[in-house]
Every structure is written in C-alpha cells, then in structure tokens.
C-alpha cells in the first residue's frame, strides 16, 4: 500500500471548515483513500473514501486531485467534538477486507 | 443495531502470563481484524480472519495468535506476555467483499506489570 504524508498537527476555529491534506504521491489506480477518525479513548471512526471522484457523505468531503496524489478532507463545520486524529490511509482493493495501514496521522484541534 | 464490542475493556497481567481477547463483530460482517496500539501511535495490523482463517498477518511474532468462530467472532490470544505488549488492542470488522470500510469496537486496554 501506498504511503501518506499528513501534518503532525492543526488547529481550527469553532463553526469555521476544517481543510486536511493528505499527500498520497506513490498511490497507484487501484488504491482508495480512506480517512478515519479516532476520538481519545474511542476506537477509530471510519469517515469516508474515494477512489477518484470527490465523495460526500453526512460528515465530510472528500476532494482527491485529478493526478490522485493528493487529497483533502474537509470538516464543513467544525464543532468541538471533532477534536481528534484524523488518519488519511490508502488501501488497494483486492480480496475482501485488506488490512489498514496507519500511519501518524494529524492531530486536529477545534478551539472555541 | 449493535456495533463492535470488545470484552474485557481493561486489563492488567504480569510478565509471562497468557491473555484472551474478545471480539464481537457488528450485524453482518463476517470478516474480523485484530490492531495494537500504543501510546501515542497509529494502530498496527495484527492480522485478519474471514471464514475461520487467518487470511493475513502483520509482522507479530508468534506469540500472537487468534481464532474465528461460526459465528464471526473472534479471540486473540497472547502468550508469554511482555512489558511491550502493553497497548489498546482494537477489534474491526467488515464484509467479505473489496471496498468495504472497516469498523472498529473501542478496544481492550492491556497492561503489563
């Protein structure tokens, strides 16, 4: 699978958008993006995935660039509660339920 | 409709003792994988189970072993604990089937004395 590069950390501002890049550069076509989620004490929490088209779903937005080498997810409206890591991971799809590379993640901070 | 659950949610063993994990996944899932993680770090694959056998392994020694039941459920078991062996141990199910998401249970806190 390929690797991801997020930042360490970010700070948001409550009710502003959250923007979380994820590089992804060695990422081949048949690699998803996957982005979880894991609140402390909590395990983590599958957001969403994409392969090559922006995707949306009842908690965020996935925009992947054209070349697939880079991504953001975006938090519409931050709320304090979505202080977390957030993990960017790239999974290829092959036989049912490949396994989860984590990487370091980006610890995100809502501030009021 | 019940999610991941995980028993014990905590737990402290001493220095080569044996442990036993458990794993419920959620409604319908029927493929199960195991994570460690430690403090401050990204979960790390332990290996995956679907139709009662090991399909995948990461890079655990042996000590780490599992099992799946009939009816989808797993145990990780651990021998010959370690001092190292202390971290959150993270349950996560899915379909049979590629492009599914994984989803995780809250996890068992193991600690070794």
């Known amino acids: 699978d390929a690797k991801t590069t997020q930042p360490t950390s970010m700070d948001c501002a409550e009710g502003r958008a959250a923007n979380l890049p994820c590089n992804h550069s060695t990422i081949s076509g048949n690699e998803y993006v996957y982005w979880y989620r894991q609140i402390h004490s909590q395990g983590p929490q599958y957001i969403i995935h994409g392969l090559k088209n922006n995707e949306t779903n009842e908690m965020a937005s996935l925009i992947i660039t054209e070349d697939r080498k880079s991504s953001t997810l975006i938090l519409p409206h931050a709320t304090l509660r979505d202080t977390a890591v957030y993990y960017c991971?790239?999974?290829?799809?092959?036989?049912?339920?490949?396994?989860?590379?984590f990487g370091g993640g980006t610890r995100v901070l809502v501030k009021p | 409709d019940a999610g991941v659950t995980q028993s014990p949610t905590h737990l402290i063993k001493t220095r080569g003792q044996q442990v036993t994990l458990r794993c419920s996944p959620k409604?319908?899932?029927?493929?199960v994988s195991w994570y460690q993680q430690a403090l401050g770090q990204g979960p790390q694959f332990i290996f995956q189970y679907y139709e009662e056998e090991e399909r995948q392994r990461g890079n655990f020694p042996d000590r780490f072993s599992g099992h799946q039941f009939p009816n989808y459920s797993s145990e990780l078991n651990v021998n010959a604990l370690l001092l190292g062996d202390s971290a959150l141990y993270l349950c996560?199910?899915?379909?049979?089937?590629?492009?599914?998401?994984?989803?995780f249970g809250d996890g068992t806190r193991l600690s070794i004395l």
């Open positions: 991971i790239v999974r290829a799809i092959k036989a049912a339920g490949n396994k989860l590379t």
């Open positions: 996560a199910s899915s379909l049979g089937q590629v492009n599914q998401p994984q989803h």
């Open positions: 409604s319908g899932h029927d493929t």
